[in-house]
């Protein structure tokens, strides 16, 4: 019912080159006390979308500042997953009615995970809906032994009260609460003390380290992308919070100016998301038969790597999100020197400031003005890059993450009973 997941090495000193030795030996020292902690991680899914991203760089990084730490997926199977991701939408405010049918699965399956649980923890970190009931399954015994967090990393700025009320009844069950802004944690009643962590990108992953112009230049080769024309962008999964329709709405409004642009859709397919495959059917009938219209994803071999190329080769990044919990891809994509056009929703007001490190918009034809300006503009678009980067590389890198974890770790291991 639970899955380890292997998660490879990574040395918290090659992050001093980015981020400076001063952070790197400060984590070093508040990682001393917690010598040992084990730390379990459980999550949906260990492919595709954001919790997996995280998972693969700080996990790893724990482990090297000498915690013990552990990741585990559930084995929900599809009818469970259909559930949860019904639950995912209403959180982040779509219309769903959830019956008494779906909360006796999505309860029964949390039950087996918790049953299933063998790992003895220090601290278990829940991250999204899916797992989240597991912890009110445990038995007392062994719940005072482990501090349980709950990370949401879905966007809760206006979700559906019912599925909110529904879901704060496992609350009393967590020692805390992450969420990643403070208007996430207003629609629950009953959350003590929410933390507000924002997520960040790991530097030195395949998918954001440097690129040289000729490496990324083979890569759109090798993909058969024109890297003599205008090229926007947008890496999401299939869904239809990430506004699929959108972007190509968008591109076709810039493309009755901009008559060589093109546009790359860039998606892989979680696990945990049986939509994925139906939206990606539906998105490439609304694309039509447009051959500048061009569909990615890691079944087709588009992996890390190629994103990396692709963000760096794209002239314009769109994000078009309806919600968004935080929205790794923008600051990846900021990283790369990319002012991001974004909605002006969630997490991405996190990391774009409008008109300075990229352009936070509303509607499709907002969109369509913003990618068009960035276009012909190149050297304006180039100054907003620059601050882009500079912005993500001040709030939004891995180091920061893990010095938020490791207080929260300190301050929960403090806390006795
Ligand atoms: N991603 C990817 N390939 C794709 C689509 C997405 O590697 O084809 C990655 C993307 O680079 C990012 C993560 O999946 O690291 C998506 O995280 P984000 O927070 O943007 O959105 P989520 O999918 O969690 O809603």
């Known amino acids: 019912m639970l899955t380890s997941v292997p998660f490879g090495l990574r ?56 915690l013990d730490v552990k990741w585990q997926v559930i084995n929900g199977y599809e009818d469970f997953f259909t559930i949860t991701k019904n639950i995912h939408n209403g959180l982040q405010g779509m219309d769903f009615v959830l019956t008494e049918q779906m909360i006796k699965m999505y309860e029964e399956r949390n039950k087996s995970f918790a049953e299933n649980l063998e790992d003895e923890a220090d601290i278990i970190i ?11 399954f445990i038995i007392p015994k062994k719940r005072k032994k482990a501090k349980w967090i709950w990370r949401a990393h879905v966007d809760l700025s206006s979700p559906q009260q019912e599925v909110v009320d529904y879901v704060s009844k496992f609350i009393p069950y967590y020692d805390a609460v992450i969420v990643t802004l403070p208007k996430y944690s207003e629609p629950f009643k009953n959350i003590n003390k929410p933390y507000f962590i924002a997520p960040t990108i790991d530097p030195l992953s395949i998918k954001n380290k440097d690129l040289s112009k000729s490496a990324t230049e ?18 999401s999964r299939f869904d239809p919070w990430k506004d699929p329709f959108g972007v190509i709405d968008t591109y076709r409004l810039v493309k009755k100016e901009i008559k060589d642009l ?46 990396n190329a692709i963000q760096r080769a794209s002239d314009v990044v769109i994000q078009k999100s309806k919600r968004e919990g935080f929205g790794l891809v923008v600051s990846e994509a900021m990283w790369k020197f990319k002012p991001v056009v974004g909605t002006k929703v969630g997490g991405i007001t996190l ?18 003005k913003k990618v068009k300006f960035l276009i012909e503009n190149k050297e ?8 882009a980067h500079i912005y993500v590389k001040d709030n939004f890198l891995t180091p920061r993450l893990l010095n938020d974890w490791l207080d929260i770790f300190t301050e929960l291991s403090e806390v006795t009973g």
């Not at 084990?38 to 979308?49: D, E, M, W, Y």
């Open 11 to 66: 040395k918290i000193e090659d992050y001093s080159q980015v981020v400076g030795e001063q952070l790197i030996s400060e984590l070093k020292k508040k990682a001393e006390t917690l010598k040992g902690l084990k730390v379990l991680n459980i999550s949906s899914t260990a492919f595709g979308g954001g919790v997996a991203e995280l998972l693969y760089t700080t996990a790893p990084l724990m482990v090297n500042l000498g």
């Open 126 to 136: 829940v991250h999204d809906p899916q797992p989240m009931a597991m912890s009110s």
């Open 218 to 235: 083979e890569i759109i080769d090798r993909l058969e992308i024109d890297k003599n024309r205008p090229i926007m962008c947008q890496v």
């Open 262 to 307: 093109q546009l790359l859709m860039v998606a892989s397919m979680a696990v945990d998301d049986p939509e994925g495959w139906h939206y990606f059917e539906k998105t490439a009938r609304y694309a039509g038969v447009d051959p500048s219209i061009n569909f990615f994803s890691n079944v087709t071999g588009v992996g890390n790597v190629e994103v």
């Open 351 to 368: 990391q774009i400031k409008d008109s300075e490190n990229g352009f936070l918009i509303e509607t499709t034809e907002e969109a369509a």
């Open 380 to 387: 304006k678009a180039k100054e907003m890059g620059k601050k």
